[in-house]
Each structure stands twice: as C-alpha cells, then as structure tokens.
C-alpha cells in the first residue's frame, strides 16, 4: 500500500513548481517570566533565543525546496534588515531569491511572536499591505509569464498584502486560458479567482465561512459534517476543478463534481506550536498531482505531510525524507546495517543529529518509554539496537528473553520517538557503532560511567558524544511487553 506513496514522494525531485505570493518574515523570540513590570501589571519576558523564519507564501516556497522540488519564487519585499534576513533565510536552504525583489517603498511584511515556555504572549505585526504600484505590477507580471509555461505547476499563495492585484490575476487567468497548467490558489478571497480556471483551491475552515457566508460556525469536531453538503456550491464559487478544505484537527474534505467528499483524518498532537501546516499541506499536495498523481492519493500525502509539521515547534517545514518516512520507508526495523547507514545519510544531508541507544528492551515499562522520549530529544533521529534472542540469552540467563525479537520490533516500532530499530548477535553494539558513527550515544542505566562503558573507546574516537544515567527517576515496574498499547 505504502508503495504507491512512496513512489510518487521519490518523483518530487524530478519537479520545478513556481510560487508567487506574499512573503513573510517569522520572527519567534523565546524567553522567561520570573517578574511583573513596576510601569504596569505585565510580565517581564527575558529573551533567550531569536529566531526569524520564512513565512507566508516564502514558508510555501520554503517546504517545496524541503520536500525536493526546484522552486522558481516571484514576490516583493521591503528595502530592510528584514528583507535580508528572509532572503538570508531562503538561500540558506537552497532557494534561489533572484525573483523576490526590494523596494525602497514597501516594508517586509514582520509578525514577532513572544513566548514564555509554551505560552505565546503577544504577536507583533509590521509591514506594507496596500497594494503594489504600476510599475512593480508589471515587474511581477512580466516575471510571471516568463516562468509560467516552464514549470510543473504553479501556487498562488494570496494573504491579501497587496501583491496579487487585479491585473496580476488577470495576467495569470490570460496565461491559464492559453495552456492549462496545474494551478493551486490559496487565497484570502478565493472569489476573486473564479475565473482563472485553476485546478485546486485550498481554503482553510475561517475562509470557507466567509466564501460560503456561514451566519453560524460549528464549533471544532463537527466542522466536516457542516461542509460535506456544500461541495457543488464550493466548485462553483471557486471555479476549479477540485476544493481541498482543510479543517485543523480534522483533516480535510477534497471535493470533486460528480463524487462524493474524499475525507483525510489528522491526529491529534498536544501543545502543538507549530504554524504553517496548510502551506505544507498546500506544497505535498501540489507536487504529488504535478508528479502525475490521482488527486486522492495527492489529498493523502499532503495530509501526511501537513502531520510531521504539526509535531513540530514555529513556522516549520515537512522534508522529503520525513514524508518518506511517515509512510514508513517499507519499516522502521533493518537488520542490514548498510541499508539502515544509506537511510541515516539523508538525516546527515540535511544537518539533522543522530542518536543511538541500545538494550534487551525485553520485560518493557514506562520508564523504558519516557527513557526513549527523553533520549529522542537529543537529537532528530533515534536508532535503537536491540539485543538478539541469542544475546539476551547470554546475558540474562536460559529463561530469557520473554519477548522474541520480532515481537520486540513490533512493539517498539510503534513508539513514535523511535526513528529506526535494528539489532545486534554481539553481546555490545560496538560493531554497530564503528559503522553508523551517531552523534551521540544514549545510555539509561546508572550503573554505567564512561571508564567503564564498553562502548565509550569507539564513540569517542571519532567525536561523537555520550550521555549516561538517561534513565535517572523514571524507574518503573515492568509491564508484559505484549500489552504495552503504543
């Protein structure tokens, strides 16, 4: 089943999407309340960490580079400190900025958020929002039509801040009308696309209250059921051949004329921070009909993509290979540890940091789950090996172990904070270790020091880092591995 998935998520790369829209710069500054204000009753938040984002239609941009593709992006900002931090922001992963022009009469669109641990404090936002004059018109316009008919497929990403005016949509409904294209639009105001005859529009639950003028909103959990009878209305007012609605926890309703609604399903993530899971969502969906994609399996990995973001923190992306993985990558389980080394290669091209930790992971309790969760903080992707029967054997004795391996694999692949899982015959995973080189090495137990850690000689000698007593107060009774509900 996943095949088919995964095989259309491979094609990314092989595509070049155009993007136009308005760009944004995210700015997160995250600090600490430990005191009130003496001018007035307000808490004094001390800035730990800044960290400025691509956002709007640029977090669009943003996640095609991520997710493979090439990306061509057309949009104005201002002549400041901002525009060259987005466009720092942007080439850093690879986005040619060449079509994203300053201009010394806008100012870059800026949204600050404050945050003290998980709480957002207050947003800031700064910027030009009327609408471009003549002549940056037709600067966007002109690099419009040179782009449109060389690319795979186009998205409008339209926050309403002026960029996409009336003669720029005209220009793009002239250019459509010549040679159809994949066109995605989401947009603020859908209705003023209606007539371009674009292929999807992506609307968002608060935007398709507008569109549909819904007098009264479901509250969450029952927003689907409210839209699922305004499917023909919906294709007529947006003129395109399919609607992806999003709806938040929900998922999304695809709607197309003659079918009933396609409904994907997201699961719920608690205390989620991220933003910008619809222009994620927007990017999967784009690629996966420009890879030759049917519009369902396109709702499908789109949704998938939207979920990695949304177990993230800020304005974030979904790579290539977190989709890939999502859809599991055929298992999280190798025992060729050449294959699992070429899967860890894409976690290293991309800077991510890998962990490793082992163990029997053979009489499992909480602590060896909170353990695990502790340990994948450390890093973006956590190995863990697992002793073979026979090992477990040697080292604890006849009756052991209770759990064979492949009932050991299929518990602890379920636990969302393991990336891969592989084992190891040898008694220690120095073997292992020498081959795959984590960035770090994770070890629970307390009983272990690095003068006497077995492992510790290799992981040292090329740099990698270990962490010890992982597992400190989170000891608990073990649980019959079967029963764990993961």
């Not at 395109?240 to 197309?256: C, K, M, N, R, S």
């Not at 890998?354 to 992971?361: A, D, E, P, Q």
């Amino acid at each position: 089943m996943n095949n088919k998935y995964l095989a259309v998520i491979n094609r990314f790369s092989d595509l070049n999407i155009l993007v136009i829209g308005d760009a944004m710069l995210d700015v997160y500054l995250e600090g600490t309340v430990n005191r009130i204000c003496r001018e007035a009753p307000v808490p004094i938040v001390d800035i730990k960490n800044v960290n400025a984002v691509p956002g709007g239609a640029a977090n669009t941009a943003m996640n095609l580079v991520q997710l493979g593709a090439r990306v061509d992006y057309i949009s104005v900002v201002g002549c400041d400190h901002e525009a060259e931090l987005l466009k720092g922001a942007l080439m850093r992963h690879g986005l040619d900025t060449a079509r994203i022009r300053s201009h010394h009469t806008r100012q870059t669109i800026t949204k600050q958020r404050v945050t003290a641990g998980s709480q957002l404090l207050v947003r800031f936002d700064a910027g030009t929002t009327e609408a471009i004059d003549s002549e940056l018109e037709q600067w966007v316009i002109d690099k419009l039509t040179e782009k449109f008919h060389e690319v795979d497929a186009i998205i409008v990403s339209d926050y309403g801040y002026g960029l996409m005016t009336r003669k720029v949509i005209e220009a793009l409904k002239t250019l459509q009308h010549k040679k159809q294209t994949i066109l995605v639009i989401d947009a603020k105001s859908l209705d003023k696309y209606r007539h371009i005859g674009a292929t999807v529009a992506k609307p968002n639950y608060q935007e398709l209250v507008t569109l549909l003028a819904i007098t009264e909103p479901a509250p969450s959990g029952h927003r689907s059921d409210q839209l699922k009878g305004y499917g023909p209305e919906l294709l007529k007012k947006t003129g395109t051949t399919y609607v992806a609605a999003t709806i938040d926890i929900e998922g999304a309703l695809l709607f197309q004329h003659g079918k009933k609604p396609y409904r994907t399903f997201s699961k719920p993530v608690e205390n989620t921070r991220a933003a910008g899971a619809g222009d994620t969502y927007i990017s999967a969906l784009t690629l996966a009909l420009a890879g030759g994609a049917a519009i369902e399996i396109a709702a499908d990995i789109a949704q998938s993509a939207a979920m990695v973001v949304l177990h993230k923190s800020a304005t974030a992306t979904c790579t290539q290979n977190e989709l890939s993985h999502y859809f599991g990558n055929s298992s999280k389980y190798t025992s060729n540890w050449q294959e699992l080394n070429s899967r860890l290669d894409l976690f290293r091209k991309e800077g991510k940091r890998i962990v490793f930790t082992n163990g029997c992971f053979d009489l499992l309790h909480s602590g060896h789950v909170t353990y695990l969760k502790q340990a994948r903080t450390l890093g973006d992707a956590l190995v863990l090996g697992l002793n073979s029967d026979a090992s477990i054997n040697r080292l604890k004795g006849n009756n052991r172990p209770a759990n064979n391996l492949q009932e050991r694999i299929r518990i602890l692949s379920g636990l969302e904070s393991v990336t891969f899982v592989t084992s190891f015959e040898e008694d220690t995973p120095v073997t292992l270790l020498d081959l795959i080189r984590p960035d770090v090495l994770v070890k629970g137990d307390g009983e272990y020091t690095l003068e006497n850690l077995p492992e510790a000689p290799v992981v040292l000698s090329y740099g990698g880092k270990i962490e010890v007593n992982l597992m400190a107060g989170v000891h608990q009774q073990p649980t019959a591995l079967s029963s764990l509900k993961v």
